[in-house]
C-alpha cells in the first residue's frame, strides 16, 4: 500500500493527500507542538489529519535537527 492508496483512518471512506503546509500545528502528549514546514497526510472527504511529518525528516535529510 502506498500513500496514494491510503484510506482515512477516521471516517474510511476518503483517501489521504499528501500536502505541504507551513506552521502546522499538532498535540504531542498533551503538548502544542507547531512544526514550520510539515508533510501533511490529510482526508479529502473529511479535513482529518492522518499524519504530520517534518519536511526535512520525510525527505530523508541526514543533517536534520533533532
Not at 503538548?31 to 489529519?49: M, N, S, Y
Request: charged share 30%; proline share 0%; net charge negative.
Amino acid at each position: 500500500m502506498t500513500v496514494k492508496d491510503m484510506e482515512c483512518q477516521f471516517c474510511c471512506r476518503g483517501k489521504v493527500v499528501e500536502t505541504e503546509e507551513k506552521n502546522h500545528v499538532t498535540v504531542v502528549l498533551g503538548q502544542e507542538l507547531i512544526i514550520t514546514e510539515a508533510i501533511v497526510g490529510r482526508c479529502d472527504t473529511c479535513g482529518f489529519v492522518n499524519y504530520a511529518l517534518r519536511k526535512d525528516v520525510a525527505e530523508g535529510d541526514s543533517h536534520a535537527e533533532n
